[in-house]
């Protein structure tokens, strides 16, 4: 299984950018589907935006406009582009990582094998 460690998260005011890097290590890192969730507190996880192994994206509306996503694979890489923060945007963001073949739900946390310590994103008004 590959192994996942997120940095990049701070406090940061609204408006302000923000990029949050995913490191694997301990896999064929190219094979894997990419996504990055948050948790607020008191909410549920929550899912922000994915890539396939491929490359292509896949974003909720929500984010859609102001969150981007890339990979290097060279690199073992995932970069999450974060712009216009709002408030609301405050969470522990996790990345997380998935080898399954075939039809994919990059929303639904249940389709990861990997799991990130999480980075904290702190908004302020």
């Known amino acids: 299984q590959v192994q996942l460690v997120e940095s990049g998260g701070g406090l940061v005011q609204a408006g302000d950018s923000l990029i949050l890097s995913c490191e694997a290590s301990?896999?064929?890192?190219?094979?894997?589907?990419m996504g990055w969730f948050r948790q607020a507190p008191g909410k549920e996880r929550e899912f922000v935006i994915g890539i396939s192994a491929r490359g292509s994206t896949y974003s909720p509306t929500s984010v859609a406009g102001r969150f981007a996503i890339s990979r290097d694979n060279a690199k073992n890489t995932v970069l999450l582009q974060m712009n216009s923060l709002e408030p609301e945007d405050t969470a522990v963001y996790y990345c997380?990582?998935?080898?399954?073949?075939?039809?994919?739900?990059?929303?639904?946390?249940?389709?990861?094998?990997?799991w990130g310590q999480g980075t904290q994103v702190t908004v302020s008004s």
């Open positions: 997380a990582a998935a080898s399954r073949p075939g039809a994919f739900s990059y929303s639904d946390p249940r389709q990861y094998d990997s």
């Open positions: 301990g896999g064929t890192f190219s094979r894997y589907h």
